[in-house]
């Protein structure tokens, strides 16, 4: 019977697999780490988007209401479920629960963030029947650690009053 020799060129060291194995490991690392950083990035840039579509609606719904802009002024929208007012008896009360509803209410798969705020701020205009309307969104992003600072959303506008009168 004839044994074959065994030639030292087949197959892998050991240090030739363990090397293999740390840069494996190194590049599933660093996939791993900007997978987490894209999630990231998603979260923040959909927190923006869900913050810019509330505040454009709260403004369409002024422009629908704009005989009565200053019911909206002063409004502020809290993190909770609990609509602003309990029994509304005006458009803009309706429109500001219907708000609240989408800004802060931290059970609406719909709402910017947990923590977010919404502000108007209703103020003359420099024209005659126009009014300055200032839309504020707050809110923080709470998935990073420590926590980045806060986020804004801040849109300004120029409502005309129905038919001139304000």
Known sequence: M???????????????VMLAMVLISIAVLAIGSGEVTLLTLNKRTSEGMKARA???YMIELMRRNNGNLQAY????????????FANPV?????D????????????SLGSVA??????ITV??????GMNNVQVIINWQFDIQ?????????????LIACNRGIC
Do not use: C, H, M, Y
């Open 2 to 16: 004839q044994s074959k020799k065994i030639s030292k060129k087949n197959g892998f060291t050991l240090i030739e």
């Open 54 to 56: 509330a505040s454009e």
């Open 73 to 84: 002024n002063g409004l502020v929208t809290q993190a909770t479920s609990t609509p602003l």
């Open 90 to 94: 005006s458009i803009a009360q309706f």
């Open 96 to 107: 500001a629960n219907d708000w609240q509803r989408q800004v802060g209410n931290p059970t």
């Open 114 to 119: 947990r923590d977010a705020v919404g502000t």
């Open 123 to 128: 103020t003359p205009g420099a024209l005659p």
């Open 145 to 157: 650690n420590p926590p980045v600072p806060g986020r804004t959303v801040t849109f300004n506008t």
